[in-house]
């Protein structure tokens, strides 16, 4: 009996590379498929790695402006900052395609650098030669969302990869989108860059699916720290160049925005291989199951940015995994694994001094699952050690189990928010009872916030 093949399109993405690291080493025929020039993936070559590397040199230089400790402002040399990154950034991808070509030498893997395009369900051309494989693993992540506006076409526009290459900027700009690639740039715009910027916002504040304090508390920070103009509840109807260049954006209570370049972080849509159409797959919400198995095809399994929902690094290469075992898995007649994880997101709001960490269930989304609830909520000014480091900006909110005592969710805006989440990702994934866990379980530093948190809880218990 032969052995299935399995086509992983997108190969070289942290989705792909996860499903691929399952496979290689199963009994099956594996090819994979993957066009990128130089190859890496979107998160190393475009995303979340070369993205920290820019906040990093203007968090320098805010935390040096804003400490009334120190005297002078250092500037941030752009062209330094481009080369670092490009250095940094191809030496990762080095090291992803380095993997894919060390599965390339296993008998049963093959290697294709070429585009994919589906031809018929389960069927796709690569190159000059048709595959038919038993299974697909669609991993082609996305690409920029270009919203359809009147006269965008028309302007010339930026978008997050353009930013991470750029080494001048003009004096202002307009913004268009203010989620978490909007709250990343903005402030390395106005800090590094030194731009006058005007924000557009859809909604009243930012972090929308938030506590209303965090956003409220982002909108002041943007515009006390970094002086940001941020415009609330209004949206874009048209955009238009202007006589010097620039661009005007025409909003819907009668006002515009001018500057002299236009920004798009207006967030991503999935991207497919050319002729999806052709097959009987219909991408749209809630298309693909938690086994990572497409509900309009069982052969077919999609992971990460391609599903169009969570869009996040950690849970593209979990579903990765997830989706390499139950290719395994289906072959065999078992039952697959399911995939339901907790929510996990860091946004690196405030050139990464103040993060934005929010793990499991806020109190509204934990009192709407049938939960009674109490919730411990911490300034970070309250706590003496973030004066000590000179950024006691921020908060931190706990959500526990009013009957049990289970911590639901923690969500963080503060400094160290991104490097306490682990600790808390395990607290919540791991159903702790807040009464179990220890305060002051080490020498007292920026998780004291932490310590706060619980203490309040085990008394509202």
Same mark, same amino acid.
């Given at each position: 009996?032969?052995?299935?093949?399995? @086509?992983?399109?997108?190969?070289?993405?942290?989705?792909?590379?996860?499903?691929?690291?399952?496979?290689?080493?199963?009994?099956?025929?594996?090819?994979? @498929?993957?066009? %990128? !020039?130089?190859?890496?993936?979107?998160?190393?070559?475009?995303?979340?790695?070369?993205?920290?590397?820019?906040?990093?040199?203007?968090?320098?230089?805010? =935390?040096?402006?804003?400490?009334?400790? &120190?005297?002078?402002?250092?500037?941030?040399?752009?062209?330094?900052?481009?080369?670092? +990154?490009?250095?940094?950034?191809?030496?990762?991808?080095?090291?992803?395609?380095?993997?894919?070509?060390?599965?390339?030498?296993?008998?049963?893997?093959?290697?294709?650098?070429?585009?994919?395009?589906?031809?018929?369900?389960?069927?796709?051309?690569?190159?000059?030669?048709?595959?038919?494989?038993?299974?697909?693993?669609?991993?082609?992540?996305?690409?920029?969302?270009?919203?359809? &506006?009147?006269?965008?076409?028309?302007?010339? *526009?930026?978008?997050?990869?353009?930013?991470?290459?750029?080494?001048?900027?003009?004096?202002? %700009?307009?913004?268009?989108?203010?989620?978490?690639?909007?709250?990343?740039?903005?402030?390395?715009?106005?800090?590094?860059?030194?731009?006058?910027?005007?924000?557009?916002?859809?909604?009243?504040?930012? &972090?929308?699916?938030?506590?209303? $304090?965090?956003?409220?508390?982002?909108?002041?920070?943007?515009?006390?720290?970094?002086?940001?103009?941020?415009?609330?509840?209004?949206?874009?109807? $048209?955009?238009?160049?202007?006589?010097?260049?620039?661009?005007?954006?025409?909003?819907?209570?009668?006002?515009?925005?001018?500057?002299?370049?236009?920004?798009?972080?207006?967030?991503?849509? =999935?991207?497919?291989?050319?002729?999806?159409?052709?097959?009987?797959?219909?991408?749209?919400?809630? *298309?693909?199951?938690?086994?990572? =198995?497409?509900?309009?095809?069982?052969?077919?399994?999609?992971?990460?940015?391609?599903?169009?929902?969570?869009?996040?690094?950690?849970?593209?290469?979990?579903?990765?995994?997830?989706? %390499?075992?139950?290719?395994?898995?289906?072959?065999?007649?078992?039952?697959?694994?399911?995939?339901?994880?907790?929510?996990? $997101?860091?946004?690196? $709001?405030?050139?990464?001094?103040?993060?934005?960490?929010?793990?499991?269930?806020?109190? !509204?989304?934990?009192?709407?699952?049938?939960?009674?609830?109490?919730?411990?909520?911490?300034?970070?000014?309250?706590?003496?050690?973030?004066?000590?480091?000179?950024?006691?900006?921020?908060?931190?909110?706990?959500?526990?189990?009013?009957?049990?005592?289970?911590?639901?969710?923690?969500?963080?805006?503060?400094?160290?928010?991104?490097?306490?989440?682990?600790?808390? =990702?395990?607290?919540?994934?791991?159903?702790?009872?807040?009464?179990?866990?220890?305060?002051?379980?080490?020498?007292?530093?920026?998780?004291?916030?932490?310590?706060?948190?619980?203490?309040?809880? +085990?008394?509202?218990?």
């Amino acid at each position: 009996m032969s052995r299935p093949h399995v @086509v992983i399109v997108g190969a070289y993405g942290s989705a792909g590379v996860a499903a691929a690291t399952v496979l290689a080493k199963a009994d099956v025929e594996l090819t994979l @498929v993957d066009d %990128g !020039e130089p190859g890496g993936g979107l998160c190393i070559l475009r995303g979340c790695m070369p993205s920290k590397e820019v906040l990093s040199a203007a968090a320098h230089r805010y =935390q040096a402006r804003a400490d009334h400790r &120190l005297t002078g402002v250092p500037e941030v040399d752009l062209e330094a900052v481009v080369e670092t +990154k490009d250095d940094h950034v191809l030496g990762f991808a080095e090291h992803r395609r380095a993997r894919i070509e060390e599965m390339e030498e296993r008998e049963n893997v093959t290697f294709r650098h070429e585009t994919a395009e589906f031809v018929d369900d389960c069927v796709l051309d690569v190159g000059s030669d048709r595959l038919e494989p038993d299974y697909v693993v669609l991993a082609t992540g996305s690409t920029l969302n270009v919203p359809d &506006l009147p006269g965008v076409d028309e302007v010339d *526009w930026m978008g997050s990869a353009d930013v991470l290459d750029a080494t001048a900027f003009p004096d202002s %700009g307009v913004v268009m989108g203010f989620g978490y690639v909007g709250l990343e740039l903005v402030p390395y715009l106005s800090e590094a860059a030194g731009m006058d910027l005007t924000v557009i916002e859809h909604d009243e504040r930012p &972090l929308h699916d938030a506590d209303p $304090s965090f956003g409220d508390e982002l909108l002041a920070m943007y515009r006390e720290e970094f002086d940001v103009e941020i415009r609330t509840e209004v949206y874009e109807e $048209s955009v238009e160049p202007t006589a010097n260049g620039g661009v005007r954006v025409h909003l819907d209570d009668g006002t515009t925005a001018e500057g002299d370049q236009l920004f798009l972080f207006t967030g991503r849509r =999935q991207s497919f291989p050319a002729g999806i159409g052709e097959t009987e797959l219909l991408p749209g919400p809630g *298309w693909v199951d938690a086994t990572m =198995q497409s509900n309009d095809d069982d052969r077919v399994f999609v992971v990460g940015d391609a599903i169009g929902e969570r869009m996040l690094l950690h849970t593209a290469k979990e579903e990765g995994f997830v989706a %390499g075992r139950n290719v395994l898995r289906a072959e065999r007649g078992e039952a697959l694994e399911r995939y339901n994880p907790i929510v996990h $997101s860091v946004v690196f $709001s405030g050139l990464g001094v103040y993060p934005y960490a929010s793990l499991g269930m806020t109190a !509204e989304e934990a009192r709407d699952a049938g939960h009674e609830v109490v919730t411990a909520h911490r300034e970070a000014s309250d706590d003496g050690v973030f004066k000590t480091k000179d950024a006691a900006r921020g908060m931190a909110r706990l959500v526990v189990d009013a009957d049990d005592g289970t911590v639901l969710g923690y969500h963080g805006l503060h400094y160290d928010a991104d490097a306490m989440a682990k600790t808390m =990702q395990v607290v919540v994934r791991g159903g702790m009872d807040v009464r179990e866990i220890p305060d002051r379980a080490y020498h007292p530093t920026t998780p004291e916030i932490l310590d706060g948190l619980f203490r309040e809880a +085990k008394a509202a218990l």
